[in-house]
Protein backbone atom coordinates (compact mmCIF):
# COMPACT_ATOMS: atom_id res chain seq x y z
CA UNK A 1 0.00 0.00 0.00
CA UNK A 2 1.19 3.62 -0.54
CA UNK A 3 2.74 5.17 2.00
CA UNK A 4 1.01 8.31 1.06
CA UNK A 5 -2.44 6.60 1.05
CA UNK A 6 -1.99 5.55 5.00
CA UNK A 7 -0.61 8.92 6.14
CA UNK A 8 -3.90 10.33 4.54
CA UNK A 9 -5.17 12.81 7.61
CA UNK A 10 -1.77 12.81 9.48
CA UNK A 11 -1.37 16.66 10.89
CA UNK A 12 2.59 16.05 10.05
CA UNK A 13 4.72 18.75 11.62
CA UNK A 14 7.95 17.58 8.66
CA UNK A 15 8.74 15.06 6.35
CA UNK A 16 12.49 14.43 5.69
CA UNK A 17 11.81 13.01 2.49
CA UNK A 18 9.46 12.87 -0.72
CA UNK A 19 7.38 9.67 -0.18
CA UNK A 20 5.66 9.27 -3.04
CA UNK A 21 5.72 6.36 -4.83
CA UNK A 22 7.16 4.22 -1.84
CA UNK A 23 5.38 1.16 -0.72
CA UNK A 24 4.60 -0.60 2.84
CA UNK A 25 3.49 -4.04 3.38
CA UNK A 26 2.66 -4.17 7.44
CA UNK A 27 2.93 -1.60 9.96
CA UNK A 28 4.65 -2.29 13.04
CA UNK A 29 5.61 -0.66 16.73
CA UNK A 30 7.25 -3.14 18.14
CA UNK A 31 11.17 -3.24 16.75
CA UNK A 32 11.38 -7.37 17.54
CA UNK A 33 8.72 -7.07 14.00
CA UNK A 34 10.50 -4.62 11.99
CA UNK A 35 11.87 -5.99 8.59
CA UNK A 36 11.93 -4.66 4.94
CA UNK A 37 8.47 -3.19 3.36
CA UNK A 38 7.34 -2.30 6.92
CA UNK A 39 6.65 0.88 8.59
CA UNK A 40 8.02 1.78 12.02
CA UNK A 41 5.79 3.84 14.31
CA UNK A 42 7.35 5.02 17.53
CA UNK A 43 5.48 5.26 20.19
CA UNK A 44 5.88 6.45 23.61
CA UNK A 45 4.53 4.55 26.69
CA UNK A 46 4.97 4.94 30.45
CA UNK A 47 7.90 2.10 30.38
CA UNK A 48 9.39 2.78 26.88
CA UNK A 49 10.23 4.85 24.35
CA UNK A 50 9.79 3.59 20.53
CA UNK A 51 12.27 5.81 19.53
CA UNK A 52 15.28 4.23 21.38
CA UNK A 53 14.23 1.50 19.19
CA UNK A 54 14.61 2.99 15.88
CA UNK A 55 18.13 2.19 14.98
CA UNK A 56 16.90 -1.46 15.51
CA UNK A 57 14.04 -1.63 12.92
CA UNK A 58 16.43 0.81 10.49
CA UNK A 59 19.20 -2.59 10.94
CA UNK A 60 16.38 -4.81 9.81
CA UNK A 61 15.00 -2.84 6.66
CA UNK A 62 12.72 -0.40 8.21
CA UNK A 63 13.22 3.32 5.34
CA UNK A 64 9.35 4.57 6.88
CA UNK A 65 9.60 5.83 10.56
CA UNK A 66 6.65 7.95 12.24
CA UNK A 67 7.89 9.83 14.96
CA UNK A 68 7.30 12.90 17.56
CA UNK A 69 11.27 13.46 17.57
CA UNK A 70 13.18 13.54 14.26
CA UNK A 71 16.56 15.07 15.51
CA UNK A 72 17.95 12.04 14.49
CA UNK A 73 16.99 11.85 11.44
CA UNK A 74 20.15 13.10 9.91
CA UNK A 75 21.83 9.74 10.68
CA UNK A 76 19.48 7.96 8.68
CA UNK A 77 20.06 9.20 4.91
CA UNK A 78 17.54 6.92 3.14
CA UNK A 79 14.96 6.82 5.43
CA UNK A 80 11.69 8.54 5.72
CA UNK A 81 11.10 10.41 9.03
CA UNK A 82 7.60 11.73 9.24
CA UNK A 83 7.21 13.88 12.43
CA UNK A 84 3.71 13.94 13.91
CA UNK A 85 3.09 15.71 17.16
CA UNK A 86 1.52 12.32 18.55
CA UNK A 87 2.34 9.02 17.27
CA UNK A 88 -0.44 7.05 19.33
CA UNK A 89 -2.94 9.38 17.59
CA UNK A 90 -1.33 8.56 14.25
CA UNK A 91 -0.92 4.93 14.52
CA UNK A 92 -4.96 4.33 15.17
CA UNK A 93 -5.25 6.75 11.83
CA UNK A 94 -2.94 5.00 9.79
CA UNK A 95 -3.96 1.62 11.11
CA UNK A 96 -7.78 2.49 10.16
CA UNK A 97 -6.41 3.82 6.66
CA UNK A 98 -4.22 0.07 6.37
CA UNK A 99 -7.55 -1.71 6.67
CA UNK A 100 -9.64 0.76 4.76
CA UNK A 101 -12.00 1.66 7.46
CA UNK A 102 -13.25 -1.82 9.18
CA UNK A 103 -15.17 -0.27 11.73
CA UNK A 104 -17.42 1.45 9.65
CA UNK A 105 -19.22 -1.74 7.95
CA UNK A 106 -19.66 -3.27 11.54
CA UNK A 107 -22.13 -2.09 14.69
CA UNK A 108 -19.87 -1.08 17.06
CA UNK A 109 -20.91 -1.14 20.99
CA UNK A 110 -18.01 0.10 23.58
CA UNK A 111 -18.50 -0.73 27.48
CA UNK A 112 -16.41 1.12 29.65
CA UNK A 113 -16.44 1.70 33.75
CA UNK A 114 -14.60 0.38 36.77
CA UNK A 115 -16.21 -2.98 37.17
CA UNK A 116 -18.61 -4.86 35.04
CA UNK A 117 -17.18 -4.57 31.79
CA UNK A 118 -16.49 -7.90 30.95
CA UNK A 119 -19.68 -9.25 31.95
CA UNK A 120 -21.53 -6.81 30.52
CA UNK A 121 -19.86 -7.25 27.09
CA UNK A 122 -20.10 -11.06 27.53
CA UNK A 123 -23.89 -10.70 28.23
CA UNK A 124 -24.27 -8.55 25.04
CA UNK A 125 -22.42 -10.71 22.73
CA UNK A 126 -24.22 -14.02 23.76
CA UNK A 127 -27.15 -12.30 23.75
CA UNK A 128 -26.68 -11.44 20.41
CA UNK A 129 -25.89 -15.05 19.09
CA UNK A 130 -29.17 -16.30 20.35
CA UNK A 131 -31.19 -13.48 18.15
CA UNK A 132 -29.41 -14.49 15.27
CA UNK A 133 -26.63 -11.87 14.94
CA UNK A 134 -22.98 -12.49 14.08
CA UNK A 135 -20.93 -10.74 16.86
CA UNK A 136 -17.57 -10.51 17.83
CA UNK A 137 -15.71 -9.39 21.67
CA UNK A 138 -12.73 -7.89 22.20
CA UNK A 139 -11.90 -7.27 25.85
CA UNK A 140 -10.18 -9.34 28.99
CA UNK A 141 -11.01 -12.69 28.01
CA UNK A 142 -9.40 -12.20 24.86
CA UNK A 143 -10.92 -11.79 21.58
CA UNK A 144 -13.52 -14.23 19.95
CA UNK A 145 -15.67 -14.44 16.70
CA UNK A 146 -17.32 -16.85 14.25
CA UNK A 147 -15.12 -20.08 15.17
CA UNK A 148 -11.94 -17.62 15.98
CA UNK A 149 -10.03 -17.16 19.59
CA UNK A 150 -7.21 -14.81 19.93
CA UNK A 151 -5.40 -13.73 23.27
CA UNK A 152 -4.81 -10.01 23.98
CA UNK A 153 -2.09 -8.29 26.32
CA UNK A 154 -4.55 -5.44 27.23
CA UNK A 155 -8.09 -5.42 27.67
CA UNK A 156 -8.21 -2.54 25.00
CA UNK A 157 -5.49 -3.87 22.51
CA UNK A 158 -3.39 -1.41 21.19
CA UNK A 159 -4.87 0.62 18.07
CA UNK A 160 -3.23 -1.04 15.30
CA UNK A 161 -3.96 -4.54 16.86
CA UNK A 162 -7.98 -3.61 17.11
CA UNK A 163 -8.25 -2.47 13.50
CA UNK A 164 -6.48 -5.45 12.25
CA UNK A 165 -8.98 -7.36 14.49
CA UNK A 166 -12.30 -6.05 13.00
CA UNK A 167 -10.85 -5.92 9.82
CA UNK A 168 -10.77 -10.16 10.05
CA UNK A 169 -14.06 -9.38 11.89
CA UNK A 170 -15.49 -7.64 8.36
CA UNK A 171 -14.11 -10.70 6.44
CA UNK A 172 -15.73 -13.59 8.60
CA UNK A 173 -19.08 -11.37 8.16
CA UNK A 174 -18.88 -9.90 11.92
CA UNK A 175 -22.23 -7.58 12.03
CA UNK A 176 -21.86 -6.47 15.67
CA UNK A 177 -18.45 -6.12 17.47
CA UNK A 178 -18.66 -5.37 21.64
CA UNK A 179 -15.55 -3.94 22.71
CA UNK A 180 -14.12 -3.08 26.46
CA UNK A 181 -13.08 0.39 26.63
CA UNK A 182 -10.68 0.49 29.65
CA UNK A 183 -9.25 4.05 30.73
CA UNK A 184 -6.10 3.24 29.76
CA UNK A 185 -7.03 1.92 26.22
CA UNK A 186 -8.77 5.30 25.95
CA UNK A 187 -6.47 7.55 27.71
CA UNK A 188 -3.85 6.31 25.32
CA UNK A 189 -6.03 6.57 21.83
CA UNK A 190 -6.49 2.86 21.08
CA UNK A 191 -9.46 3.65 20.11
CA UNK A 192 -9.27 6.73 18.49
CA UNK A 193 -11.22 6.90 15.36
CA UNK A 194 -13.83 4.81 16.05
CA UNK A 195 -17.36 6.06 16.17
CA UNK A 196 -19.27 3.92 18.50
CA UNK A 197 -23.06 3.13 17.90
CA UNK A 198 -23.51 2.52 20.98
CA UNK A 199 -21.30 3.35 24.56
CA UNK A 200 -22.02 2.45 27.87
CA UNK A 201 -20.72 3.70 31.16
CA UNK A 202 -21.32 0.96 34.10
CA UNK A 203 -19.83 3.08 36.91
CA UNK A 204 -17.01 4.57 38.88
CA UNK A 205 -15.05 4.22 41.38
CA UNK A 206 -11.40 4.94 42.83
CA UNK A 207 -9.21 2.02 40.98
CA UNK A 208 -5.97 2.26 38.23
CA UNK A 209 -4.56 5.56 39.79
CA UNK A 210 -0.78 5.27 40.95
CA UNK A 211 1.79 3.53 39.39
CA UNK A 212 2.07 3.55 36.04
CA UNK A 213 -1.48 3.92 35.90
CA UNK A 214 -4.05 7.32 36.05
CA UNK A 215 -2.04 10.17 38.49
CA UNK A 216 -5.47 10.81 40.28
CA UNK A 217 -9.43 10.42 39.93
CA UNK A 218 -9.93 12.93 37.92
CA UNK A 219 -7.47 11.90 35.45
CA UNK A 220 -9.17 8.49 35.75
CA UNK A 221 -12.66 9.94 35.32
CA UNK A 222 -12.06 12.19 32.00
CA UNK A 223 -10.17 9.16 30.40
CA UNK A 224 -13.44 6.77 30.69
CA UNK A 225 -15.76 9.97 29.63
CA UNK A 226 -13.70 10.45 25.98
CA UNK A 227 -16.32 7.41 24.84
CA UNK A 228 -18.97 9.76 25.56
CA UNK A 229 -17.64 12.33 22.88
CA UNK A 230 -17.23 9.24 20.41
CA UNK A 231 -20.87 7.50 20.92
CA UNK A 232 -23.64 8.09 18.56
CA UNK A 233 -26.16 6.88 21.57
CA UNK A 234 -24.61 6.68 25.09
CA UNK A 235 -25.60 4.77 28.07
CA UNK A 236 -25.25 5.53 31.61
CA UNK A 237 -26.09 4.05 35.20
CA UNK A 238 -28.09 6.75 36.71
CA UNK A 239 -27.39 4.99 40.35
CA UNK A 240 -24.06 6.33 40.07
CA UNK A 241 -23.39 9.15 42.20
CA UNK A 242 -20.45 10.66 40.13
CA UNK A 243 -21.88 9.79 36.68
CA UNK A 244 -25.54 11.27 37.64
CA UNK A 245 -23.92 14.49 38.32
CA UNK A 246 -21.55 14.38 35.57
CA UNK A 247 -23.72 13.60 32.65
CA UNK A 248 -27.48 14.56 31.84
CA UNK A 249 -27.68 14.41 28.33
CA UNK A 250 -27.73 10.37 27.65
CA UNK A 251 -29.79 7.43 28.17
CA UNK A 252 -29.54 5.60 31.91
CA UNK A 253 -30.25 2.11 33.50
CA UNK A 254 -31.36 2.12 37.42
CA UNK A 255 -32.22 0.18 40.03
CA UNK A 256 -33.15 2.80 42.71
CA UNK A 257 -33.33 6.08 40.02
CA UNK A 258 -35.78 7.36 37.90
CA UNK A 259 -34.38 6.37 34.73
CA UNK A 260 -34.87 4.75 30.78
CA UNK A 261 -34.69 1.19 31.86
CA UNK A 262 -35.46 0.76 35.71
CA UNK A 263 -35.27 -2.26 37.39
CA UNK A 264 -38.45 -2.96 39.26
CA UNK A 265 -39.87 -5.88 41.84
CA UNK A 266 -36.56 -7.33 42.09
CA UNK A 267 -36.70 -11.26 43.43
CA UNK A 268 -32.99 -12.61 43.64
CA UNK A 269 -32.73 -16.59 45.11
CA UNK A 270 -31.31 -17.45 48.71
CA UNK A 271 -29.94 -20.39 47.29
CA UNK A 272 -26.11 -20.01 46.11
CA UNK A 273 -27.16 -22.90 44.53
CA UNK A 274 -29.65 -21.68 42.48
CA UNK A 275 -28.04 -18.75 41.06
CA UNK A 276 -31.46 -16.73 39.72
CA UNK A 277 -33.07 -12.80 39.49
CA UNK A 278 -36.32 -11.84 38.53
CA UNK A 279 -37.17 -8.33 37.95
CA UNK A 280 -39.01 -6.17 35.44
CA UNK A 281 -37.95 -3.53 32.98
CA UNK A 282 -40.34 -1.30 31.54
CA UNK A 283 -42.98 -3.82 32.66
CA UNK A 284 -41.40 -7.26 31.29
CA UNK A 285 -40.51 -9.64 32.83
CA UNK A 286 -36.74 -11.26 32.92
CA UNK A 287 -34.91 -14.04 34.71
CA UNK A 288 -31.57 -13.95 34.79
CA UNK A 289 -28.49 -15.81 36.25
CA UNK A 290 -27.60 -14.01 39.26
CA UNK A 291 -28.02 -13.66 43.36
CA UNK A 292 -26.41 -9.92 43.21
CA UNK A 293 -28.04 -6.51 42.57
CA UNK A 294 -24.31 -6.30 40.84
CA UNK A 295 -25.08 -8.53 38.36
CA UNK A 296 -28.34 -6.90 37.56
CA UNK A 297 -26.73 -3.45 36.36
CA UNK A 298 -24.96 -5.67 34.40
CA UNK A 299 -28.11 -7.29 32.91
CA UNK A 300 -29.68 -4.05 32.86
CA UNK A 301 -26.99 -2.35 30.64
CA UNK A 302 -26.92 -5.15 28.31
CA UNK A 303 -30.65 -4.91 28.14
CA UNK A 304 -30.97 -1.22 26.94
CA UNK A 305 -27.90 -1.89 24.49
CA UNK A 306 -30.08 -4.90 22.99
CA UNK A 307 -33.03 -2.68 22.72
CA UNK A 308 -31.83 0.22 21.86
CA UNK A 309 -30.38 -1.68 18.68
CA UNK A 310 -33.93 -2.53 17.73
CA UNK A 311 -34.19 -5.55 19.13
CA UNK A 312 -38.17 -6.37 20.57
CA UNK A 313 -38.61 -7.20 24.18
CA UNK A 314 -39.43 -10.77 23.65
CA UNK A 315 -36.30 -11.61 21.76
CA UNK A 316 -33.94 -10.21 24.58
CA UNK A 317 -35.89 -11.75 27.81
CA UNK A 318 -35.41 -14.96 25.87
CA UNK A 319 -31.83 -13.94 24.82
CA UNK A 320 -30.49 -13.42 28.75
CA UNK A 321 -31.57 -16.33 30.10
CA UNK A 322 -29.20 -18.60 31.23
CA UNK A 323 -26.07 -16.88 30.21
CA UNK A 324 -22.87 -18.08 32.27
CA UNK A 325 -19.78 -16.15 31.44
CA UNK A 326 -16.35 -17.75 32.33
CA UNK A 327 -14.65 -16.66 35.44
CA UNK A 328 -17.66 -14.47 37.02
CA UNK A 329 -18.92 -16.02 39.68
CA UNK A 330 -18.25 -19.70 38.42
CA UNK A 331 -18.54 -22.26 40.62
CA UNK A 332 -16.88 -25.12 41.64
CA UNK A 333 -18.78 -27.77 44.67
CA UNK A 334 -15.31 -29.63 45.96
CA UNK A 335 -16.78 -32.38 48.74
CA UNK A 336 -19.36 -29.86 50.12
CA UNK A 337 -17.01 -26.75 49.93
CA UNK A 338 -18.21 -24.10 47.49
CA UNK A 339 -15.27 -22.56 45.19
CA UNK A 340 -15.90 -19.46 43.58
CA UNK A 341 -13.60 -18.44 41.20
CA UNK A 342 -14.14 -14.30 40.05
CA UNK A 343 -12.11 -12.25 38.15
CA UNK A 344 -12.70 -9.65 41.24
CA UNK A 345 -9.37 -8.12 41.42
CA UNK A 346 -10.03 -4.37 42.94
CA UNK A 347 -11.90 -3.12 46.10
CA UNK A 348 -15.10 -2.44 44.68
CA UNK A 349 -15.35 -5.69 42.45
CA UNK A 350 -13.88 -7.95 45.87
CA UNK A 351 -16.63 -5.99 48.16
CA UNK A 352 -19.10 -6.96 46.06
CA UNK A 353 -18.79 -10.46 45.94
CA UNK A 354 -17.92 -11.11 49.42
CA UNK A 355 -21.40 -9.08 50.80
CA UNK A 356 -23.20 -10.93 47.99
CA UNK A 357 -21.88 -14.54 49.64
CA UNK A 358 -22.18 -13.40 52.82
CA UNK A 359 -26.01 -13.52 52.23
CA UNK A 360 -25.31 -17.26 51.58
CA UNK A 361 -23.00 -17.65 54.47
CA UNK A 362 -23.69 -20.95 56.61
CA UNK A 363 -20.32 -21.94 57.63
CA UNK A 364 -17.23 -19.63 56.84
CA UNK A 365 -15.95 -17.77 54.09
CA UNK A 366 -12.09 -18.09 53.14
CA UNK A 367 -10.54 -15.47 50.33
CA UNK A 368 -7.74 -16.72 48.00
CA UNK A 369 -6.25 -13.23 46.65
CA UNK A 370 -3.24 -11.17 45.38
CA UNK A 371 -2.51 -8.27 43.84
CA UNK A 372 -0.89 -7.07 40.49
CA UNK A 373 2.92 -6.64 40.56
CA UNK A 374 3.56 -2.56 39.91
CA UNK A 375 0.24 -1.27 41.48
CA UNK A 376 -0.31 1.13 43.76
CA UNK A 377 0.00 0.44 47.74
CA UNK A 378 -3.37 1.59 47.87
CA UNK A 379 -5.16 -1.05 46.04
CA UNK A 380 -3.10 -3.46 48.05
CA UNK A 381 -4.52 -2.07 51.37
CA UNK A 382 -8.14 -1.68 49.86
CA UNK A 383 -8.22 -5.41 48.60
CA UNK A 384 -6.78 -6.51 52.21
CA UNK A 385 -9.07 -4.27 54.23
CA UNK A 386 -12.26 -5.48 52.57
CA UNK A 387 -11.31 -9.44 52.67
CA UNK A 388 -10.41 -8.85 56.92
CA UNK A 389 -13.84 -7.21 56.83
CA UNK A 390 -16.11 -9.73 55.25
CA UNK A 391 -14.31 -13.04 55.12
CA UNK A 392 -13.26 -15.07 58.04
CA UNK A 393 -9.66 -16.35 57.09
CA UNK A 394 -7.70 -14.30 54.23
CA UNK A 395 -5.23 -16.41 52.26
CA UNK A 396 -2.61 -13.91 50.36
CA UNK A 397 -0.96 -15.01 47.57
CA UNK A 398 0.11 -13.95 43.73
CA UNK A 399 -1.69 -12.54 41.23
CA UNK A 400 0.64 -11.11 38.55
CA UNK A 401 3.26 -10.46 40.10
CA UNK A 402 5.65 -9.43 37.23
CA UNK A 403 8.66 -7.93 38.57
CA UNK A 404 7.86 -7.63 42.15
CA UNK A 405 8.72 -10.31 44.47
CA UNK A 406 5.91 -12.28 45.42
CA UNK A 407 6.53 -12.33 49.08
CA UNK A 408 7.10 -8.64 48.88
CA UNK A 409 3.67 -7.99 47.56
CA UNK A 410 2.46 -10.86 49.75
CA UNK A 411 4.34 -9.55 52.85
CA UNK A 412 2.58 -5.91 52.15
CA UNK A 413 -1.13 -7.12 51.46
CA UNK A 414 -1.00 -8.75 55.00
CA UNK A 415 0.81 -5.96 56.78
CA UNK A 416 -3.20 -4.03 56.53
CA UNK A 417 -5.29 -7.39 57.88
CA UNK A 418 -5.81 -8.01 61.69
CA UNK A 419 -7.89 -10.91 61.23
CA UNK A 420 -7.08 -14.84 60.38
CA UNK A 421 -4.40 -15.04 57.80
CA UNK A 422 -1.83 -16.54 55.99
CA UNK A 423 0.78 -15.80 53.01
CA UNK A 424 1.43 -18.18 50.86
CA UNK A 425 2.81 -16.85 47.43
CA UNK A 426 2.99 -19.98 45.60
CA UNK A 427 -0.95 -20.01 44.56
CA UNK A 428 -1.78 -23.42 43.56
CA UNK A 429 -0.17 -24.00 46.87
CA UNK A 430 -2.26 -21.21 48.35
CA UNK A 431 -5.71 -23.13 46.79
CA UNK A 432 -4.16 -26.17 48.36
CA UNK A 433 -4.64 -24.45 52.07
CA UNK A 434 -7.28 -23.47 51.27
CA UNK A 435 -8.89 -26.39 50.90
CA UNK A 436 -6.60 -28.05 54.10
CA UNK A 437 -8.49 -25.36 56.49
CA UNK A 438 -11.74 -25.49 55.06
CA UNK A 439 -15.09 -27.06 56.63
CA UNK A 440 -17.74 -28.78 54.98
CA UNK A 441 -19.94 -25.92 53.99
CA UNK A 442 -17.81 -23.09 54.00
CA UNK A 443 -17.45 -21.29 50.78
CA UNK A 444 -13.93 -19.98 49.59
CA UNK A 445 -13.70 -17.82 46.82
CA UNK A 446 -10.29 -17.31 44.83
CA UNK A 447 -10.71 -13.74 43.43
CA UNK A 448 -8.29 -12.11 40.91
CA UNK A 449 -7.59 -13.81 38.09
CA UNK A 450 -10.99 -15.41 36.61
CA UNK A 451 -10.44 -16.37 33.04
CA UNK A 452 -6.69 -16.25 33.02
CA UNK A 453 -5.09 -19.37 31.91
CA UNK A 454 -1.11 -17.12 33.13
CA UNK A 455 0.83 -15.70 35.79
CA UNK A 456 2.93 -12.97 34.85
CA UNK A 457 6.62 -13.30 36.18
CA UNK A 458 9.27 -11.46 35.03
CA UNK A 459 7.43 -10.15 32.00
CA UNK A 460 6.78 -14.01 30.62
CA UNK A 461 3.62 -15.27 30.83
CA UNK A 462 3.88 -18.96 32.60
CA UNK A 463 0.63 -21.43 32.45
CA UNK A 464 -1.79 -21.11 35.49
CA UNK A 465 -5.17 -21.82 36.06
CA UNK A 466 -7.45 -21.38 39.45
CA UNK A 467 -9.84 -23.71 37.62
CA UNK A 468 -7.12 -26.26 36.71
CA UNK A 469 -6.12 -26.38 40.60
CA UNK A 470 -9.54 -26.58 41.85
CA UNK A 471 -10.52 -29.52 39.42
CA UNK A 472 -7.61 -31.31 40.74
CA UNK A 473 -8.61 -30.86 44.28
CA UNK A 474 -11.96 -31.99 43.59
CA UNK A 475 -10.57 -34.90 42.06
CA UNK A 476 -8.68 -35.98 45.20
CA UNK A 477 -11.21 -35.47 47.60
CA UNK A 478 -14.36 -35.69 46.46
CA UNK A 479 -16.11 -38.37 48.07
Not at 134 to 151: M, S
Not at 362 to 377: A, Y
Request: contains cysteine; proline residues 2%.
Amino acid sequence: MLVKDIINGLEIINESHDIEGVEIDEIVYNSKYARKGTLFVALRGALSDGHKYIRDAYDKGVRVFIVEDDSMAHAYGDAAFIKVLDTRKALAIISKNFFNKPDEDIKMIAITGTKGKTTTANIIYEALKKMGARPGIIGTNGVFYADKEEAVDNTTPESYEVYRILNNMREAKITHCVLEASSIGLKMKRLYGINFDIGVFTNISHDHIGGIEHPDFDDYFKSKMLLKDVSKKFIYNKDDEKLKEAISDALSFSIDEASDYKAENIIVSDDIFKIQSDFDVNGKNFEVKSISYYDIYNYLAAISVMKELGYAWDEIISAVKNISIRGRFEEINVNDRLYIIDYAHNYISLKSILETVNKFKKNRIITVFGSVGGRSEKRREELAEVSDALADISIVTSDNPNFEEPMKICNEIASFIKGPHYTEPDRAKAIELSYEISKIGDIIVVAGKGHETYQLIKGEKVHYSDKECILKIKEAHDA
